[in-house]
């Protein structure tokens, strides 16, 4: 594989691995930390908070996406993706000062449009980079590290926060989905022009001289 599906691919990895470690949890940390053990108000707004991201998400992916299929290159998708990111990584550390489930809402929306950002732009781009006559191995890699990643960590997720809490647990989420956005800011040479790439080195890749 290229360069730049490999660093898609890492990053991606590093994403949906840290919230595999809480979202099996997520109504558990709930109804501890919002609702004072009431099952069925913590079942509800769970429920409803799934809702809110899927719906918020869907909406706003449709005209984000047509957005950048009307600019041509790969400089907006390629910052749509890291500000997407970003986004969806402030939301752990949100989590941790959660306390009512209007906070558990908003945040979910914060994920939503840091995701709508992420997806459309992380697929133009995968799509353009990926290995001709090897796209069916490309996605299919994508998907078995991804299957990996959520696998194991949604095993250990549930372990780690009754020995540690839910604090480290939403810190380590949090940390690593920050990492996959400075992982792909580290491939900005091989993503962007040469007239838009920085012009100092970061520590996956030699930059390119302006």
């Known amino acids: ?40 108000k913590a079942a509800e707004i769970a429920g409803f908070a799934a809702l809110v991201y899927w719906i918020t998400k869907s909406i706003l992916q449709i005209p984000i996406s047509k957005y950048l299929d009307r600019i041509h290159g790969e400089k907006d ?28 809402y908003l945040l979910q929306i914060l994920n939503a449009l840091g995701m709508a950002l992420f997806y459309p732009s992380w697929c133009a781009i995968f799509t353009r980079h990926i290995d001709k006559n090897k796209a069916a191995f490309g996605w299919a890699m994508d998907s078995t590290f ?43 040479n091989h993503i962007l022009p040469q007239d838009h790439a920085f012009p100092y080195y970061f520590p996956f890749g030699k930059s390119r001289d302006l």
């Open 146 to 188: 991804l299957g990996f990643g959520v696998g194991i960590t949604g095993g250990i997720g549930g372990i780690m926060a009754s020995v540690y809490g839910f604090d480290a647990i939403l810190i380590i989420v949090g940390t690593f989905s920050v990492l996959s956005s400075l992982l792909l800011l580290s491939a900005h």
């Open 1 to 40: 594989m290229n360069i730049v599906i490999r660093f898609l691919i890492a990053s991606d990895f590093l994403l949906f691995a840290a919230w595999g470690l809480f979202s099996p949890i997520f109504a558990i940390f709930i109804l501890e930390n919002v609702v004072d053990g009431d099952i069925a």
């Open 77 to 104: 998708d390629y910052w749509f993706m890291i500000l997407g990111l970003f986004l969806t990584g402030l939301v752990p550390f949100g989590f941790l000062v959660s306390s009512l489930a209007w906070h558990i």
